[in-house]
T-cell receptor, first 115, second 109 residues
Framework: DAMVIQNPRYQVTQFGKPVTLSCSQT?????MYWYQQKSSQAPKLLFH???????NEADTPDNFQSRRPNTSFCFLDIRSPGLGDAAMYLC??????????????FGPGTRLTVL | SQQGEEDPQALSIQEGENATMNCSYK?????LQWYRQNSGRGLVHLIL?????REKHSGRLRVTLDTSKKSSSLLITASRAADTASYFC?????????FGAGTILRVKS
């Protein structure tokens, strides 16, 4: 089945120790997104790629970086995780295009714990 | 701000009853989408309603959109215990979605 896969599902890191979360998709979608979701809150968009075009949200901390080496993969790098970065990180894709965004397809998420 | 409000924050009903959730927004949108999230999982798309549509149905789901009032509602009819989840509306601006805080729905059997 076509899908969005996130690895790992659970990640534990130490304060200040860099961590990389990965996302892959078999949908061949143009757009990939990273969201941060804290407990009982709305998902908050960190950045998105439209093909290779990177779009950073104005309030995304510099501590967060992203890479999209090809259509299928996208990575979220947290350079120096702080306690406040503990959250669920959700990857999503959409077809994009002139007709509008269309539905987004979400992965199961990676739950990050910072010790 | 592109944020809006959703209400109620939480809703508890008996199985078989209908559940209505509301969403408002502040600035003009392209389209509006509704998503469901089961505890600790990713989001699942439910319905997309375009800015020129007023109502849309999908199974037991009915979504309305009133662009003059900048509001939308999601109605789940004949609810089931399996409908227990968080429901989010998402306003579509360009190539991104802005999610509301969501409504936590609990359906008691």
């Amino acid at each position: 089945d076509a899908m969005v896969i996130q690895n790992p599902r659970y990640q534990v890191t130490q304060f200040g120790k860099p961590v990389t979360l990965s996302c892959s998709q078999t949908l061949n979608h143009n757009v990939m997104y990273w969201y941060q979701q804290k407990s009982s809150q709305a998902p908050k968009l960190l950045f998105h790629y439209y093909d290779k075009d990177f779009n950073n949200e104005a309030d995304t901390p510099d501590n967060f970086q992203s890479r999209r080496p090809n259509t299928s993969f996208c990575f979220l790098d947290i350079r120096s995780p702080g306690l406040g970065d503990a959250a669920m990180y959700l990857c999503a894709t959409s077809r994009g295009g002139l007709a509008g965004l269309g539905e987004q397809f979400f992965g199961p998420g990676t739950r990050l714990t910072v010790l | 701000s592109q944020q809006g409000e959703e209400d109620p924050q939480a809703l508890s009903i008996q199985e078989g009853e209908n559940a209505t959730m509301n969403c408002s927004y502040k600035t003009s949108i392209n389209n509006l989408q509704w998503y469901r999230q089961n505890s600790g999982r990713g989001l699942v798309h439910l319905i997309l309603i375009r800015s020129n549509e007023r109502e849309k149905h999908s199974g037991r789901l009915r979504v309305t959109l009133d662009t003059s009032k900048k509001s939308s509602s999601l109605l789940i009819t004949a609810s089931r215990a399996a409908d227990t989840a968080s429901y989010f509306c998402a306003r579509e601006y360009g190539n991104k979605l802005v999610f509301g805080a969501g409504t936590i729905l609990r359906v008691k059997s």
